[in-house]
């Protein structure tokens, strides 16, 4: 998130962030948004007494920012069915990994686990699927002998955030189309 907000106030960055939305009220991400002048919103799911409620309420709050692409950076939960309605094809992610490769939450730990020599960063549009989405975007990375999950974390991060401002930036100005799994970014 802190990438796409300092991106933001670049004069040759085409986008804007119009908001900044979690699902905690405790993370750094509202008051790093707060003091780049971004709109703040959290829809914690304690608040709701399904998943379906609180999926709705997050639909609800982020359509009223009505923003033109929905950037899920560092929000760790499965989005459901009516977010995914509400901005079909337009809820890019990014991935501590090359997908399909360790998909989740450790993806990064997997990697290590399985031995690879090489990993990376994805950058993929939103499905219903945990990191199965289209692939927009990937960078690799080598795996050196003496890297421990942290070390590799904090090297995938950096290429992350780059590849991630690049990917958007690419949507706002140029978008993209599918064929089956293919995505073709002009």
């Known amino acids: 998130m802190q990438a796409l907000l300092n991106a933001a106030t670049r004069a040759d960055w085409p986008g804007?962030?119009?908001?900044?939305?979690?699902?905690?009220?405790?993370?750094?991400?509202?008051?790093?948004?707060?003091?780049?002048?971004?709109?703040?919103?959290?829809?914690?799911?304690?608040?709701?007494?399904?998943?379906?409620?609180?999926?709705?309420?997050?639909?609800?709050?982020?359509?009223?920012?009505?923003?033109d692409w929905v950037v899920s950076a560092g929000f760790m939960r499965l989005l459901g069915a009516s977010f995914l309605q509400e901005f079909p094809g337009r809820i890019v992610n990014t991935h501590p990994a090359l997908l399909p490769s360790f998909p989740g939450a450790h993806g990064v730990k997997d990697a290590l686990a399985y031995g690879v020599k090489v990993t990376g960063c994805t950058v993929h549009l939103v499905d219903e699927g945990m990191d199965t989405g289209p692939i927009l975007a990937q960078d690799a990375i080598a795996v050196s002998d003496s890297d421990s999950e942290q070390t590799l974390h904090d090297r995938i991060k950096l290429k992350e955030r780059e590849l991630l401002v690049s990917v958007v930036a690419t949507l706002i100005q140029q978008g993209y189309t599918v064929e089956g799994r293919k995505v073709r970014m002009p």
């Open 16 to 67: 804007e962030v119009s908001a900044v939305v979690t699902d905690r009220p405790d993370v750094g991400a509202l008051s790093r948004a707060r003091e780049a002048g971004v709109a703040v919103a959290t829809v914690a799911p304690t608040d709701y007494a399904s998943r379906e409620e609180w999926d709705a309420a997050l639909r609800d709050t982020v359509a009223a920012f009505a923003p």
